[in-house]
């Protein structure tokens, strides 16, 4: 037990925890008459979690639970030390493959592609190399545990990394890892955004120009993602009724959102200039622009259409990753990203704002002005309303005004 203390310690348990946890690994191993050196399954643990409930509260159960899984991680880290490498690049690889393919089939995003991949060789690099063929349910949760308690990752990221590896047990292994699902969870960290008042957000907008000044003014002006801008086609934006289409947000979800009036006139300008750049591809016969993979399908000839066509197209050519065609992509991200940067660096700003910070002040500014936090969900296109709460927090009017008692004489 003294190297399993060592390990907490260096793991930053707090101290004053630690014998406590230790106790309860003494108590389970003694309740299934079994080696402290010995793995026990999720099915052990929950009988013993079982034995306790009868005598404990319910706050002991879950530290005693919290506590096996720590020890169950520790045991398996010591397996996995003790492991020799083995050559098993060429499964890996094999594998790596399958699961693009899979997620091709599956109509998933280039983004979700890469960011599911990433989690494989991770996992991958975490397991010193075992053979893919060998990894069980228990591999899945000892990774897990290891973002929590030695990433220190968030509860979202751990999310993440649980869905993608999930989806690569399931649909590239085949097997049923659903009894093994019982990593330690990651703390969730409830933190309040970024926000910019007007005066903030006009002196960024005075240090850009031209069409990145005109992305940012929508991003802050309709509260879209950064994603949700870069995607948008010349048939999801409204004139007549003052609105811009969504199309595939966050959770593949389509909503509406408005178009602010003081960007109309630009935005009509830009477009133009758009349509000079669609006319040329038009006339040197560029495929077309990305489709989903549906739409391409069934409409071949869509993506060289001027409805279909980007709002804010790249300047130059890039090749598709999926499809190795060379085509006109949108605007790369970083770009926009560096020139709101520049521009923030520029106005002396010392909060620490990115672009997600003008879709913050969106939300904030609109509860300031009035509105309520059902328009502004609909807006932002938040699927669970505490998600849109966290901005009542920062838009309170009257916190402003309160006067600390040291002022107050």
């Known amino acids: 037990m003294k190297k399993f203390q060592k390990f907490l310690t260096a793991n930053n348990i707090q101290s004053k925890y630690i014998p406590y946890y230790i106790n309860w690994i003494k108590k389970c191993y003694s309740y299934l008459k079994l ?24 706050w002991q159960v879950r530290q005693a639970d919290y506590a096996i899984k720590l020890y169950q991680y520790y045991l398996s880290q010591k397996e996995n030390k003790a492991m020799p490498k083995k050559e098993t690049q060429e499964e890996w690889t094999w594998f790596e493959k399958e699961t693009a393919r899979i997620l091709r089939l599956k109509h998933m995003s280039y983004r979700t592609e890469k960011t599911y991949l990433s989690w494989v060789r991770r996992l991958k690099l975490f397991l010193n190399e075992k053979s893919p063929y060998e990894l069980n349910g228990s591999d899945l949760q000892d990774f897990l545990t290891h973002l929590a308690i030695e990433r220190k ?3 979202s990221t751990q999310n993440q990394a649980l869905n993608a590896l999930v ?15 019982d990593a330690v969870k990651a703390k969730q960290r409830r933190r309040i955004p970024v926000v910019l ?13 031209g069409t990145y000044k005109l992305m940012a003014m929508i991003i802050y002006g309709s509260g879209l993602r950064l994603s949700e801008c870069l995607r948008l086609r010349i048939k999801d934006i409204d004139f007549e009724k003052g609105l811009i289409i969504i199309r ?22 830009h477009i133009d200039k758009v349509r000079d750049i669609w006319k040329e591809d038009r006339r040197n016969n560029i495929p077309g622009v990305f489709l989903p993979d549906a739409l391409s399908r069934k409409y071949p000839y869509a993506g060289k259409r001027w409805e279909w066509f980007w709002l804010f197209p790249s300047k130059s ?13 949108h605007v790369y991200s970083g770009s926009l990203q560096r020139a ?60 402003t005004q309160v006067k600390s008692p040291l002022d107050i004489v």
């Open 153 to 155: 990752v968030s509860s």
């Open 248 to 269: 595939s947000g966050k959770g593949d979800e389509d909503r509406i959102s408005i178009l602010p009036e003081s960007v109309k006139e630009k935005l009509l300008e």
């Open 197 to 209: 008042t007007k005066a903030e957000i006009n002196r960024i907008l005075d240090n850009m120009n």
């Open 167 to 181: 989806f690569f047990f399931r649909h590239v292994l085949k097997k049923n890892i659903e009894p093994y699902i």
């Open 35 to 58: 080696s402290v050196s010995h793995k026990i399954n999720n099915h052990q643990k929950d009988q013993f979690l079982d034995y306790l409930s009868t005598q404990y509260e319910d």
């Open 317 to 329: 050519l890039s090749v598709d990753p999926k499809t190795k065609t060379v085509r006109r992509h």
């Open 340 to 399: 709101f940067r520049i521009a923030v660096e520029k106005a002396g700003i010392t909060k620490p704002a990115t672009i997600c910070t003008l879709r913050h002040s969106f939300a904030t500014h609109l509860l300031e002005a009035g509105y309520d936090v059902r328009t502004v969900q609909k807006l932002l296109g938040h699927k669970h309303i505490q998600t849109t709460m966290i901005y009542t927090h920062i838009a309170g009017k009257d916190l």
